[in-house]
């Protein structure tokens, strides 16, 4: 089985810059792509980013397009998500996700962390 914890999570005024990172244990060999999701309270889950296991290949929510970067390092199994420019509508529980390809679809992602708050005042 697989297990993601995640950290860099926290509270940062609007502007402001956070990193994210999550690594992945144990069985590995279904987290070719690696990335995260996001939930705010009464909101659908929404996509953020995912990298494949290479790093090369990456691709981004358009809320997020130009603000957060999404890298893959430390053996392929470290994913780290770069946010910069934060905004209130940031905010929102972050979820680190792993699964077999590349997709916006929540259903295919396998693995999930447990979930790192992200909060930005204004």
């Known amino acids: 089985q697989v297990q993601l914890v995640e950290s860099g999570g926290g509270l940062v005024q609007a502007g402001g810059s956070l990193r994210l990172s999550c690594e992945a244990s144990g069985r590995t060999d279904n987290t070719y792509a690696m990335g995260w999701f996001r939930q705010s309270p009464g909101k659908e889950r929404e996509f953020v980013a995912v990298?494949?296991?290479?790093?090369?290949?990456?691709h981004y929510g358009g809320s997020v397009q130009g603000r957060f970067t999404i890298s893959r390092f430390n053996g392929k199994n470290t994913v780290y998500l770069q946010m910069n420019n934060l905004k209130p509508e940031d905010t929102a529980v972050y979820y680190c996700?792993?699964?077999?390809?590349?997709?916006?679809?929540?259903?295919?992602?396998?693995?999930w962390g447990q979930g790192t708050q992200v909060t930005v005042s204004s």
């Open positions: 990298a494949a296991r290479s790093g090369g290949v990456t």
């Open positions: 996700v792993a699964g077999p390809g590349l997709s916006v679809d929540v259903g295919v992602y396998e693995h």
